[in-house]
């Protein structure tokens, strides 16, 4: 059974930083994109980044470049999302996905999905 269990949420003030970190079990996750959407009440879920597990490609939302990174372990498996610089529209609760194969920005199209983790952003 797969398991993507988030971490690392929380209050920050704007100009700071968090950490998120994903640990994923139940699989080998060799040819899977690992990623990371967020979603508000009053927006659809959308695309933050994402690494691919073999190559260590990385891909950002252009909300998110310069300021986010995403990176990752193999043993034992686990993504994270460091965050810095935030700011107030960043505010909304993260989740890590991962797909089997390539870049895909549609949160439609992921095969697994952890409960997420809230991240608020105060002005």
């Known amino acids: 059974q797969v398991q993507l269990v988030e971490s690392g949420g929380g209050l920050v003030q704007a100009g700071g930083s968090l950490r998120l970190s994903c640990a994923a079990s139940g699989r080998t996750f060799s040819n899977y994109l690992m990623a990371w959407f967020r979603q508000t009440p009053a927006k659809e879920r959308e695309f933050v980044a994402a690494?691919?597990?073999?190559?260590?490609?990385?891909y950002f939302a252009d909300s998110v470049k310069g300021r986010f990174t995403i990176s990752r372990d193999k043993a034992p498996v686990t993504v994270y999302l460091q965050m810095n610089t935030l700011k107030p529209e960043d505010t909304a609760i993260y989740y890590c996905?991962?797909?089997?194969?390539?870049?895909?920005?549609?949160?439609?199209?992921?095969?697994?999905w952890g409960r997420g983790t809230q991240v608020t952003v105060s002005s």
């Open positions: 690494i691919t597990w073999c190559e260590n490609w990385t």
């Open positions: 996905a991962a797909r089997y194969g390539g870049i895909w920005y549609n949160s439609k199209d992921y095969d697994y």
